[in-house]
């Protein structure tokens, strides 16, 4: 196989768990996201988890996950489960979710 293309877009699920709702976690995603030009959303899982999808380069994934097991200060992150899959469907822009 050759050199993997830095510049072909992945996609980031991930489920944070913790402290993470009502804590101002999905604005600090979409916040982190539009720093990094990503797209995709942000979303309170009725788990009590917060669930976020992101579309870009990988090296961008790479940087918002290392904020994603940080979060807010307010947040108390336990564990962020994560997928790594190509994009199946294009997302514009990065949005909190209902």
Known sequence: MGEKNNNSIEELHAYVYGSVQGVGFRYFVVQKAHMLALRGYARNDSAGSVEVLAQGPRPALEQLLLFLRQGPSAAQVRDVRVT???PNEHL?????RW
């Open 84 to 86: 790594w899959t190509k």
């Open 92 to 96: 514009s822009g990065f949005h909190v």
